[in-house]
């Protein structure tokens, strides 16, 4: 295998309620996929909702859809019956008055899972995807993936579908997957396609408001129909169930797949192949060491991602330039990699160490561009700017690893840190001072974090000496493990 094919490798794990994926390169973690039968995603799911509240001001609509919070429904995301053209045409867009209104029936599919407090995003342009292509019922065109770059291949395949017998209404993509592939694949899934979509529309007619009219596959299925390329050699499943469906699917509409798959039968828990779990693990954390000794700091908000390059402890052999370029080439295949991995979406900001070469600055950016080159979500990067950091968005469709696996700490609330030992004292004298102006007492008692107890007793005494002096008060001490850092209570004696 070549630098550009790496040997790929699928891991999947199964637990009861909780399916994992794993995509391997050379035995390196790539991407993780996790399904939890409590919160499946929703992505591709076809619904049959209610148009609840149009706001003209946003050109959107709120959709109820039988979920939790309503979903999301823009005006570019809904089919225009009088110009029946792919939603990436740049057409203006009419009112949405125009075309929904409260209380319309829509059939809508969901592209985007809900995140945080946000519902669903939702389009009316529905997409049914098979191994090798994707059926459009409100499109009109066929188009190639842009991965596919051979133009010869491109016109090819191009050629076969229009020699085949073209839908009645519709358009037609062609895949990645495709590349290479024959006429009679391509007919076997446009069948497949045709006969799914009428299969949802005879659904959809007798589906109650606000109900699921198509469910996506599970996950071990659609690692098969969207995740299996040509550099694919295994594919280990860990449930005999699973592995059976799986072989099902694979026999049914992917024969070449089918001798990829092996049922893992082996002690040793799957996802501890190539370090899958501890991989899982240090993608939660904020900081990423390079083998260098610089590290990655990862910092994932609401608004966006931000990403710092640090040289920590490389020092280099030659110069203080040299050093910076090794680590930012280091920094720049790790963080490709974390972004697959933490599947971190959105805007996000590369703070690159500063380079006075430009050759070297051009260096890094190719590297990193190359490496994100396998990212199988769409993403766009920006040139260096003028601060010199790189900006670039990543398509965001469902929710980060962190997300996944994490809730905001009750200690700190989400904020990521607390107010310290010397802070809390200061809270506390300054609670002091407010009682004894209003009360009559003869001492206090301060209960704290034994951290901040500690710090009153070593480094404050004096502090506390001067508190007892001026408030003319006893002030008691303990220690109570329970309270967090910043909590305490001063009770009057």
């Known amino acids: 295998m070549t630098d550009e094919s790496p040997r790929e490798e699928i891991l999947i794990n199964v637990t009861p309620r909780e399916i994992r994926a794993a995509l391997l390169e050379n035995g390196v973690l790539q991407e993780v996929h996790i399904e939890r039968e409590a919160r499946r995603g929703l992505i591709s799911n076809i619904y049959k909702g209610s148009v609840t509240r149009v706001l003209p001001g946003m050109q959107a609509a709120f959709v109820d859809i039988g979920l939790e919070r309503t979903a999301f429904l823009h005006a570019s995301d809904i089919v225009r019956h009088a110009e029946p053209e792919n939603p990436g045409d740049a057409e203006p867009l009419p009112d949405i008055r125009e075309l929904v209104h409260e209380g319309d029936e829509i059939l809508v599919q969901v592209v985007k899972d809900p995140l945080g407090t946000k519902g669903a995003r939702l389009t009316t342009f529905i997409t049914l995807p098979s191994r090798f292509l994707v059926y459009l019922p409100a499109g009109n065109a066929i188009g190639i993936s842009a991965r596919i770059e051979d133009e010869g291949e491109r016109n090819r395949l191009r050629e076969l579908l229009e020699g085949l017998q073209k839908p009645p209404s519709g358009g037609l993509i062609v895949r990645t997957a495709a590349d290479g592939v024959g006429e009679e694949s391509l007919a076997a899934d446009l069948d497949f396609l045709l006969k799914l979509w009428s299969a949802i529309q005879l659904e959809c007619s007798k589906a109650k408001i606000k109900s699921l009219v198509h469910e996506d596959l599970s996950l071990p299925i659609r690692m098969l129909r969207d995740m299996v390329s040509g550099d694919v050699e295994r594919i280990l499943v860990d449930s005999r169930e699973f592995f059976d469906r799986m072989q099902s699917f694979a026999r049914r509409f992917l024969p070449e797949i089918e001798p990829m798959l092996e049922l893992y039968t082996r002690r040793r828990p799957i996802f501890d192949l190539h370090g899958t779990e501890d991989e899982i693990h240090k993608a939660l954390e904020r900081n990423i060491p390079l083998k260098s000794g610089g590290y990655v700091i990862f910092d994932q908000t609401e608004a966006m991602t931000t990403i710092d390059v640090n040289t920590g402890g490389y020092v280099g052999h030659r110069n203080l330039e040299d050093t910076i370029y090794r680590t930012n080439l280091e920094a720049a295949i790790a963080i490709a990699r974390q972004l697959r991995l933490r599947n971190l979406g959105g805007i996000i900001i590369i703070d690159f160490i500063d380079m006075e070469a430009p050759e070297h600055r051009e260096r890094v950016m190719q590297v990193f561009q190359q490496s994100m080159a396998r990212d199988h979500a769409k993403h766009h990067i920006m040139p260096v700017s003028p601060l010199g950091l790189v900006e670039m968005t990543r ?34 004298f300054r609670e002091i001072i407010r009682q004894q102006r209003q009360f009559n007492f003869e001492e206090v008692l301060v209960l704290a974090h034994p951290n901040v107890i500690e710090f009153l007793l070593d480094e404050d005494a004096s502090a506390l000496a001067e508190m007892e002096s001026h408030t003319g008060k006893r002030i008691r001490l303990q220690p109570e493990s329970l309270y967090l850092q910043d909590q305490f209570d001063v009770v009057l004696v």
């Open 395 to 428: 398509k965001r469709t469902r929710e980060s690893l962190q997300h996944v696996l994490c809730e905001d700490c009750s200690y700190c609330a989400g904020k990521g840190f607390v107010m310290k030992p010397e802070t809390v004292c200061f809270e506390i």
